[in-house]
């Protein structure tokens, strides 16, 4: 499963945090990376593992993130 992650601050923290998972991830820039990792077949599977990184990273913004025609916010 491939999404985009969007932010108004430096995702860098989540970006290595979500390697440290087994996600490959891209950075587009400094707000915006694109992660995928295979073996994960839903949403809320992603979600989670993006809260867990978030709360890891101390990070208090918003993100978003872009599924195809879908998105949530985490």
């Known amino acids: ?20 998972l087994s996600y490959v991830a891209i950075a587009y820039d400094t707000k915006s990376a694109f992660i ?14 993006i809260k867990s990184v978030k709360s890891s990273c101390k990070f208090t913004n918003q993100i978003k993130v872009l599924y195809g025609n879908a998105s949530s916010n985490v």
Do not use: F, H, P, Q
């Open 1 to 20: 499963m491939v999404a985009r992650l969007e932010s108004t601050k430096d995702l860098s923290c989540i970006v290595e945090g979500l390697e440290g």
């Open 36 to 49: 995928y990792r295979k073996d994960i077949t839903s949403y809320s599977n992603m979600n989670s593992d």
